[in-house]
């Protein structure tokens, strides 16, 4: 009976709301911010790039990390899109897959820049006088190139495990994206090898991550409260802030995602907290960093010049 069934070569994507008179609205609110954040990050890397007074660590890192909030924002809007026209509410298998690929690649390497990120603030406040020697600029294009690469090996791993599932009961997948635990759902092959591979790569990899930034933060914590002089405190607090803010809204989205909305949440708070991760944290993170940044406010004036 299973092999008489039909093959599913086409998925259905629900989206955010089947409400008509919302499409063209919500439409046109996705569009600003997609707009924004192509601008700001793209924006961000090209003023790195173009500023010779920041190509230094803490900004190639800063780079890095808006060119994966660029790929992440970019691997599912075009798509969201589509379905707001109502040009086409399907989406391929092979589309599917690339999509999540795409959007596991940069999510995975933003876990591991942010890391990076947070070592490059330890380096520079508790061993400042190594600085230079530590965070060279040769370690730094490893440390880029590491994070990368591991985005890469994560996404494909779990892309090529995606290849030895079939689709025939169900083409309907309830999000906007093709989210791979909902492609879990539908399968008509058993996913529980994908299933137990995912669950050990996400603890894993967001653990880890986590936990090393807080290392990271602790002792830039002491370091800090070590320091007689106010105005190093103030600096190093000020270098810090942006940093911590964006790790925060990282990881608090993914606790929510994975906790909370496998406790019973509903598909709706499921859908927002996705949409918080893929399409309003990579709107958010160049403007965190760049507000109350005077290094990267005095590059922009001097570009406007």
């Not at 530590?134 to 890469?152: D, E, H, N, P």
């Not at 137990?196 to 930034?213: D, G, K, N, P, R």
């Not at 989205?253 to 949409?275: A, E, R």
């Amino acid at each position: 009976m299973e092999a008489n069934r039909t093959q599913v070569t086409t998925f259905l994507l629900t989206g955010i709301t089947d409400r008509p008179d919302l499409q063209i609205p919500l439409f046109l609110l996705f569009l600003g911010i997609y707009v924004t954040t192509m601008v700001g990050n793209l924006g961000l890397i090209f003023l790195i790039w173009k500023d010779p007074q920041l190509h230094i660590p803490m900004y190639l890192f800063l780079g890095s990390l808006a060119f994966a909030d660029a790929c992440t924002s970019s691997s599912v809007t075009p798509k969201m899109f589509m379905k707001f026209l109502t040009v086409s509410d399907f989406i391929t298998v092979a589309e599917c897959f690339t999509q999540f690929y795409f959007f596991c690649f940069s999510a995975t390497t933003e876990c591991f820049l942010l890391v990076v990120m947070a070592y490059d603030r330890y380096v520079a406040i508790c061993n400042p006088l190594l600085y230079v020697v530590v965070m060279s600029k040769r370690r730094c294009t490893q440390l880029i190139s590491v994070a990368y690469l591991i985005g890469y090996l994560h996404a494909f791993i779990h892309v090529g495990l995606l290849f030895r599932l079939t689709f025939c009961s169900s083409n309907i997948i309830e999000d906007f994206y093709c989210e791979i635990s909902l492609l879990y759902t539908i399968s008509c092959t058993d996913p529980s090898v994908n299933a137990l591979v995912l669950f050990i790569f996400a603890v894993t990899i967001q653990v880890s991550t986590f936990v090393s930034i807080v290392v990271s933060y602790v002792r830039v914590l002491f370091a800090i409260l070590k320091s007689k002089s106010e105005k190093g405190r103030s600096k190093a607090f000020s270098t810090c802030s942006a940093h911590l803010f964006s790790v925060c809204l990282f990881y608090g989205t993914l606790f929510f995602i994975y906790v909370l909305s496998g406790s019973g949440t509903g598909k709706f708070q499921d859908k927002m907290s996705s949409l918080f991760y893929t399409i309003v944290i990579p709107l958010l993170n160049p403007f965190i960093y760049s507000l109350r940044n005077k290094e990267v406010l005095g590059a922009l004036t001097k570009l406007i010049k």
